[in-house]
């Protein structure tokens, strides 16, 4: 059990060191996976508990290097972090008592949601040019975007990066590295919704934390290796690799579909997927090529 934590938090790691995304919720599913593969009878509440230990260990760990490269904004961590621990501390006491197909649905719906938001097209405008920085926008969207994270365990990343990208108008390193500090608050406010000796395993958390630290600083170097465009077609695809995960997840175990179904939903969304990220990625090389000419 140990390897295969140590394995595991190492990716998810090295994932969320690069792109601030897919981290929590590719170490989610692999519990998930080999608590049901050997029977370590692992519950979605001590899993939800075990993620966001190891989120936060490995979100702290690549929000210093991201400091230290001046690529955090502070006025979002304030602004945007803050509630976020609120919301996400009283939404996962809530979530205690909520029924585990109701949590799996509410998160299925947010990853589809979130995938079809990195899709839309940024303006390209400067923030600062439409009248400063969108103060209560910023506020009511982190008490959405906590509320989620808190209810179903992880950083969120996947929610909150389309927004710094798109709202905020962010780089892809700078949402990264804001998203590093922010995802750690978040994950503070779950865990203190969480402390009970019932959901916390130890023997899983202990492994699972030290190599998520280990590969979130080896994450956040190759992201100095890595071009802007290449990092952001990564982003796409690991969140559009969770929005269809979640809904074939969702509509498998929760709803109880049909295995043939479910192949349909999962290969059709996928197409799509694919199709969108290539086809936008066209548009923003000739877009580019534009300006440069």
């Not at 690529?71 to 602004?79: D, G, N, P």
């Not at 890595?226 to 695809?237: F, G, P, Q, V």
Request: hydrophobic fraction near 60%.
């Amino acid at each position: 059990m140990w390897i295969l934590a140590f394995l595991i938090g190492l990716f998810s790691g090295m994932i969320s060191g690069m792109v601030s995304v897919g981290g929590s919720i590719i170490a989610t599913s692999m519990l998930i996976l080999i608590s049901a593969v050997f029977q370590l009878k692992l519950n979605m509440k001590q899993i939800v508990t075990t993620t966001a230990f190891y989120t936060l260990f490995t979100t702290i760990s690549g929000a210093v290097y991201f400091w230290l490269q001046k690529l955090v904004v502070s006025k979002i961590v304030i602004y945007f972090g803050i509630p976020a621990v609120i919301s996400s501390l009283i939404s996962s006491l809530l979530a205690n008592s909520f029924n585990d197909n109701v949590l799996q649905g509410i998160f299925s719906f947010f990853a589809l949601l979130a995938a079809v938001a990195t899709f839309l097209p940024n303006s390209g405008k400067e923030l600062e040019a439409e009248g400063g920085f969108p103060y209560f926008t910023a506020i009511f969207l982190s008490i959405i975007v906590g509320s989620i994270g808190g209810m179903i365990g992880v950083a969120a990343g996947f929610l909150y990066m389309p927004i710094f990208l798109r709202l905020f108008r962010l780089t892809i390193r700078q949402a990264v590295g804001t998203g590093m500090v922010v995802g750690g608050m978040l994950c503070v406010g779950t865990i203190l919704g969480k402390l009970n000796w019932e959901y916390i395993r130890m023997d899983v958390i202990a492994p699972l934390a030290i190599s998520g630290i280990i590969g979130a600083l080896i994450g956040g170097k190759l992201t100095s290796l890595i071009s802007e465009k290449w990092l952001n077609l990564l982003m796409c695809l690991i969140i559009a690799a969770i929005a269809v995960q979640t809904i074939v997840v969702f509509l498998a175990d929760s709803l109880m579909v049909g295995i043939p179904v479910v192949v349909a939903v999962a290969l059709a969304m996928s197409a799509l997927f694919i199709w969108l990220i290539f086809s936008l990625n066209k548009i923003s090389v000739k877009t580019n090529k534009g300006n440069v000419n």
